[in-house]
């Protein structure tokens, strides 16, 4: 069990090792285009790359992302049960 786990360190900081020891392209490419056509030589790398690409992005502020609670949770709405709060928040958005 220790071989493999030392093997899968030793084949990933090979990966990585090559992926910066590699000549690096003059001509500029699409990132997407890169990587699928890399994908062979640098599986881990992809999977973390196809992981944070993946992520859009977002032009609105967390703070009003997040607080549209104080629009439902009024003096006069203090009593609303935790699944319809999260309803009516899912449904406004």
């Known amino acids: 069990m ?3 786990v030392t093997s899968a360190a030793d084949s990933q900081l090979n990966e990585d090792d090559q ?4 000549p ?3 001509v500029k490419r699409d990132v997407l285009e890169f990587l699928s056509m890399s994908e062979s030589l640098y599986p881990t790398l992809y999977r973390i ?5 993946a992520a859009q992005a977002s032009s609105v ?3 009003s992302a997040f607080s549209g609670c104080g629009r ?3 003096v006069l709405r203090n009593r609303l049960e ?8 899912c449904l406004n958005s």
């Open 24 to 26: 690096k392209e003059s």
């Open 2 to 4: 220790i071989a493999q």
């Open 49 to 53: 790359a196809k992981n944070v690409l």
């Open 82 to 89: 935790p699944e319809a709060l999260q309803a009516m928040l």
């Open 19 to 22: 992926f910066f020891l590699d």
């Open 61 to 63: 502020p967390p703070e």
């Open 72 to 74: 439902y949770v009024t």
